[in-house]
């Protein structure tokens, strides 16, 4: 199996970035349909259209409508079309982006990506996570290429909450471990091969910017403002992990989101967090030494990311409990999913394990 790494063409980060969107559009054409939803068109549209103007592009904007599922998909298919679209702009959290990534690919047209927050690895990546019109996952759509151009305005993602940053380091948590897994087991990535070492190294200075400065950018976020350790943590939450996961290697703690994502009572938390948790469940599962079991659960504790199932919402208690976690260990297991890019045999009954001794943990590091 050959080694793979894929990245953006372009990547742009950096205060008021997004002034500057007209001129990374230009060079695909003058008509970008714009996707965005209506809290990002409020607080951004008049930006984005005032830099489309400048540069002679014909924006058209319309509204995301909250949920990445094939029905919105072709709905806004039908309407590049009928704009003669030239470029799709996505603009926004990672559901609109991971939208707009698949209607560019759908159109056959260039894509451009502007997170309005940092809180997942979405935007680099050649693929999209498609949900359920309930928002259960539904399946991943992979795309030959990663985005043409992504452009990541620091101060616009420093306002945002801080919650959203934070979610951001908790699925950059699981870059490493799910990318040491990978590579380990030789297992394809999706790039199409195996791990790289520039991947590897990519991953591994991802977790070692969180540990650094993570806690630091959650106090700057929290007060609207960007230091140069916010900086630091954009990159790590974005591109850092971004080429860590698609170059690198998923593993089990994106499986065990998955796996969350059947339970209604954790519909309310955010990707990150999810993955967060599915970290220290993919760790139980390996049998990581405690030293490195207990850096993570401090850096989750320290940033406030959860660590207990009550964290995430689920308060079942008894055999209600036990039947919950068995769906989402069995859901974990689903055929295909990326838990088997494990080193060692996994089902349904060692992730259930793992699950509740993750919970367990958590609730003694708290308590």
Partial sequence: ?????????????????????????????????IIADKFVMELVGSTVKDSMSQYDVNGHFETFNGECTHKEIN?????????????????????TL??????????????????????????????SVIYTELGAFDSYLFYPSNPNVVVMDTNIIASAPARLL?????????????????????????????????????????FKTLLED??????????GV???????????????????????????????????????????????EKVAFGTLVQLILENSPQEEIETCLDFCATVGLPITL?????????????????EVAELSCAEGETIYNMPFHVDSDRVFAAILTADQLGKEWLY
């Fill in 166 to 206: 934070v979610s951001g380091m908790g699925d950059a948590l699981a870059t490493y471990f799910e990318a040491r897994a990978c590579s380990s087991a030789q297992k394809k990535t999706m790039a199409g091969g195996k791990t790289t070492l520039a991947a590897l190294a990519l991953a591994e200075l991802c």
């Fill in 1 to 33: 199996m050959l080694k793979v790494i894929q990245s953006p063409s372009k990547y742009i980060q950096g205060p008021d970035a997004l002034y500057h969107i007209g001129k990374y559009a230009k060079p695909f054409g003058d008509r970008a349909l």
């Fill in 226 to 272: 960007c230091t140069p350790a916010v900086e630091n943590i954009i990159e790590a939450n974005t591109y850092l992990s971004g080429i860590g996961f698609e170059s690198a290697g998923l593993a089990a703690a994106h499986a065990i989101h998955n796996g969350f994502t059947a339970l209604e009572e954790c519909h309310g938390m955010y990707h990150g």
């Fill in 310 to 326: 009550e964290e995430l919402g689920i308060t079942a208690e008894g055999d209600d409990l036990k039947e919950k976690i068995m």
């Fill in 214 to 223: 993570g806690y630091k950018a959650k106090l700057a976020v929290s007060r």
């Fill in 75 to 95: 709905r806004l298919i039908e309407i590049a079309k009928s704009q003669a679209s030239l470029v799709i702009v996505g603009v926004g959290g990672g559901k």
């Fill in 98 to 127: 991971d939208t707009a990534k698949a209607v560019a690919y759908k159109c056959h047209l260039p894509v451009i990506i502007s997170p309005t927050i940092a809180s997942t690895d979405a935007p680099t990546s050649a693929l």
